[in-house]
């Protein structure tokens, strides 16, 4: 190996994001790894009967690869595999929530931001929706936890209005303002949702103690409904805030090219 080569080389463990042909027989995959964050490689001749690379690069695999710094992707010389997940191959709803999961994560994170936690959370709870713990649990925690990590951390404990201790009655609780709203700021935000108490408790909970708590306690269906409502609601509203962001972004840039966004 020469030394060109050598310190062109690198090694990382991944878990694979999404994946799409390319060019005869390569595939270009997008994966996210503790360190560089999300990132677009190729994997060469990944398609071909004969490769090595192919079938250990499926969704949701988590790998060990060796790579090597590409003028724009960067090549797949080798993967060794950590845990392929069979049981997310085999359960509609398990693979219907690990996609939820990658998708969330895909769309969430910046390329080439180190996202340790993320990549941590996101391989842990692949692994228990492969030993078949209840995937509504692990998605609840999966979307605070995320959104945690990723600087959105919801207030539960105090009025996101007026900053007073929230007390044990019904609040609402609003996406845009990231937290509870009190009987009395309800009003701030006409979109903020109802949250019963035990709602409310059980969101602390997850937030709180984590999914091994949460997981010993059995929601009713009401309550259910309530979580799942404010953490699905939030997380969209944060995506979409992100892309909107993004959006206008790209818009004002090429309105402006020679100012920048804002200016003037
Ligand atoms: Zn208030």
């Known amino acids: 190996m020469t030394d060109l080569l050598r310190e062109k080389l690198y090694r990382s463990e991944a878990i694979v994001l999404n994946r799409m042909d390319y060019g005869e ?4 995959l997008v994966i996210l790894t503790p360190a560089r964050g999300k990132l677009d490689v190729i994997a060469k001749g990944a398609r071909k009967a004969q490769s090595r690379l ?9 790998v060990n690869l060796e790579l090597a710094r590409g003028r724009e992707l960067d090549v797949i010389r080798s993967v060794e595999s950590i845990d392929r997940f069979p049981h997310l191959r085999e359960n509609l709803e398990a693979f219907g ?19 340790r936690e993320v990549y941590d959370l996101l391989a842990r709870s692949l692994v228990l929706l492969n030993e078949k713990v209840d995937p509504w649990v692990i998605a609840r ?3 605070l936890a995320l959104l945690t990590a990723l600087g959105y951390h919801p ?9 007073q201790p929230i007390q044990p009655e019904v609040n609402a609780f609003s996406a845009e303002l990231g937290g509870l709203l009190c009987p009395r700021c309800r009003n701030e935000d006409p979109a903020s949702i109802t949250l019963s108490l035990t709602a409310q408790k059980y969101l602390r909970l997850l937030e709180r ?6 997981a010993r306690i059995k929601p009713s269906p009401a309550d259910k409904i309530e979580v799942q409502q404010v953490t699905s609601h939030y997380v969209r509203h944060v995506a979409e805030r992100d892309f909107h ?3 206008v972004l790209g818009a004002l840039q090429q ?7 804002g200016a003037g």
Not at 97 to 115: D, G, I, M
Not at 209 to 214: D, K, R, T, Y
């Open 25 to 28: 027989a390569d595939r270009i």
């Open 54 to 62: 192919g079938p250990q690069l499926d969704y949701f695999a988590r």
């Open 97 to 115: 929530h690990a996609s939820y999961f990658v998708e969330l994560v895909k769309n969430l994170t910046q390329p080439r931001e180190e996202h």
């Open 141 to 143: 925690h999966f979307e």
């Open 155 to 163: 207030e539960l404990f105090h009025c996101v209005n007026c900053r």
């Open 209 to 214: 103690e984590g999914l091994a708590a949460a």
């Open 245 to 247: 962001s993004l959006r």
């Open 255 to 261: 309105a402006t090219p020679e100012r920048a966004p």
